[in-house]
């Protein structure tokens, strides 16, 4: 990457911009939260020495020291219990896991103790921890790297589950999710760890939490999605206005809590909705999306819910892996079943 001066902020400090995929965003928010408050330690395996798995932290501990920069053994459960005693004494731990697959022996922690300890202490204790891990398929990984059971942590009251979807949204939200006193999954899409770049000012200015992303307006389909599904949604959306379809597509970005507002001021002015995700179909994150808007916005569908995900089965190794993941064409096939319906 190559950095460049830009203008003053507000405060006086000189900008640093430069062209980042999403990996080398989250690397420099990292050091940007360790540079500005001591109480940040990053911990996870070997996320120091060898700057983790995909080198989202590559060069931070020797840049900050082992001591704000651990290497944890290969134990999630360790981990995740260690940011959770971290968290509760005064410091931001920012845990790894490397990849999604293998955080379900931490899932004890995170229901038990760091989604709890609020309510537990009455607000004598807050948990302000963030837990990383790469999430999603297409990148030809071996079983257990390629989950996206992003809607089972959503279920977990207490807990926030962002997901981003481009480099600047990856600065912008892991910065918040920091700052964030309560405890955070940050599920970062592997799949376009590297796909984009994008301009982005290292600022230290966090994005909003909670709160879904208009990518472009439209007035005929809203589209939905999140993380690495974006990129065929947006293509799916450029296809369509070959048709004539204009789709405004919507990042939910904050998947818990959902800003479903949002979604509904959308959907009363196209009418139409179909959401996107490569999780499984059932019980899927779109399957409450779809609930709610049946619930609050009903009267302002003219055709039925569409849901364009991932089927009912194990991710498949790699020669079936883009059988598994949405593609254009099913999403531009979903956007024409709902123009059916006038």
């Not at 963030?130 to 990148?139: D, K, L, N, W, Y």
């Not at 899927?284 to 709610?292: D, K, T």
Request: proline share 6%.
């Amino acid at each position: 990457m190559r950095w460049h001066r830009n203008a003053m902020n507000a405060s006086g400090n000189i900008l640093m911009t430069a062209e980042l995929t999403l990996l080398e965003a989250v690397n420099t928010a990292l050091a940007r939260a360790l540079e500005d408050d001591e109480d940040v330690v990053l911990l996870g395996e070997d996320i120091g020495v060898n700057g983790g798995v995909f080198r989202a932290t590559a060069g931070l501990q020797q840049r900050f020291g082992s001591q704000r920069v651990v290497d944890a053994p290969l134990a999630e459960g360790l981990i995740v219990g260690m940011a959770v005693g971290m968290a509760a004494q005064g410091l931001k731990p920012v845990a790894e896991i490397q990849f999604m697959g293998f955080i379900y022996p931490a899932i004890d922690q995170f229901i038990n103790h760091a989604a709890r300890l609020r309510t537990r202490t009455r607000g004598r204790l807050s948990c302000p921890m963030v837990v990383r891990a790469p999430f999603g398929g297409g990148i030809r990984a071996p079983e257990h790297h390629s989950e996206s059971t992003e809607s089972m942590f959503a279920h977990i009251p207490g807990l926030r589950v962002v997901i981003p979807s481009s480099p600047e949204r990856a600065y912008g939200l892991l910065l918040a999710a920091i700052h964030d006193p309560d405890p955070v999954l940050f599920l970062e899409p592997k799949r376009i760890y590297r796909l984009i770049r994008q301009q982005v000012d290292d600022d230290g200015d966090p994005l909003p939490l909670d709160v879904c992303f208009t990518l472009r307006e439209g007035s005929d389909v809203t589209l939905v999605s999140w993380g690495a599904m974006l990129h065929e949604t947006q293509l799916a959306a450029d296809r369509m206005r070959d048709e004539n379809i204009s789709c405004e597509v919507i990042d939910v970005a904050t998947v818990k809590p959902l800003d479903i507002a949002t979604i509904l001021e959308s959907v009363a002015r196209t009418g139409r909705c179909v959401i996107v995700h490569e999780a499984a179909r059932t019980a899927g994150f779109g399957a409450e999306i779809a609930a709610q808007l049946a619930e609050h916005g009903l009267l302002s569908l003219f055709a039925p819910i569409r849901r364009v995900t991932g089927p009912d089965t194990v991710m498949p190794l790699l020669k079936l892996e883009d059988r598994y993941l949405p593609s254009v064409a099913r999403i531009c096939h979903a956007i024409r079943q709902t123009m059916e319906f006038s």
